[in-house]
């Protein structure tokens, strides 16, 4: 399994960010797949999900300015992020749950007020 995330970076409050998350190594359209962020000093939380089939499900923080979404063809998991506050600045994280836990090296996003 490898997971490849890109698309990070610095922006001011209100822009937007396209984050993507290349995968391969398994069977990408048969898996719920996540996005998750970590916060300098705080615990890496779940931001959202998307289950195999395409129903999308988004943390309350984020609900309304993020989306998720998957292209099963190419095999790329993306996160739109619009409204961006400096709260949202962490890693960003593809991750997925097969037989154990498979996490992307991380995507840094830093949002300036």
């Known amino acids: 399994v490898q997971l490849q995330a890109s698309g990070g970076g610095s922006v001011k409050a209100g822009g937007s960010l396209r984050l993507s998350c290349a995968a391969s190594?398994?069977?990408?359209?048969?898996?719920?797949m996540n996005w998750y962020r970590q916060a300098p000093g705080k615990e890496r939380d779940l931001v959202a999900t998307?289950?195999?089939?395409?129903?999308?499900d988004c943390a309350d923080s984020v609900k309304g300015r993020f989306t998720i979404s998957r292209d099963n063809v190419k095999k790329i998991l993306y996160l739109q992020m619009n409204g961006l506050k400096p709260e949202d600045t962490a890693v960003y994280y593809c991750?997925?749950?097969?037989?154990?836990?498979?996490w992307g090296q991380g995507t840094q996003v830093t949002v300036s007020s």
């Open positions: 991750n997925l749950n097969l037989r154990r836990e498979w």
């Open positions: 190594g398994f069977m990408f359209r048969l898996n719920t």
């Open positions: 998307i289950t195999s089939d395409g129903n999308p």
